[in-house]
């Protein structure tokens, strides 16, 4: 089954500024929505060639920020067995940043084709 986070190279990359030195943009909803499908940090870090201490460093970042975490982890111990998923607030920040995300390329998509017509060819 293909991924929902699969590259997005072309057209509107939306990071949203929340205040100063806090943002959500498509890295960091490409990693909650790793976590969610994968139900682990590490699974999810390696999608997209990303160190473990990255991954756990963006999810602090995001667990910090917001009044409650959106992910929350359990540690495997000597069997393995560990995992993250997302918290019910971090479902719902991720839904919202996929509904802004998709609304913004709705808006923009007129103006980005015309734009695209007067690229050079290749």
């Known amino acids: ?3 929902k986070t699969a590259n997005r190279t072309e057209g509107l990359r939306l990071r ?6 806090v943002a959500l943009g498509p890295g960091k909803a490409d990693l909650l929505e790793a976590i969610d499908e994968t139900g682990s940090l590490s699974s999810a870090a390696r999608r997209f060639a ?6 756990w460093s963006l999810v602090q ?8 975490p959106l992910v929350e982890t359990e540690k495997g111990g000597s069997g393995g067995g560990g995992g993250a998923s997302l918290t019910p607030l971090g479902h719902r920040i991720l839904r919202r940043y996929r509904e802004m995300e998709a609304e913004a390329g709705k808006a923009v998509a007129s103006a980005a084709a015309d734009i695209r017509r007067h690229l050079r060819k290749k």
């Open 1 to 3: 089954m293909p991924s």
């Open 16 to 21: 949203l500024v929340l205040t100063p030195g």
């Open 50 to 55: 990303m160190s473990y201490k990255r991954s």
């Open 61 to 68: 970042e995001m667990n910090e920020a917001f009044a409650k």
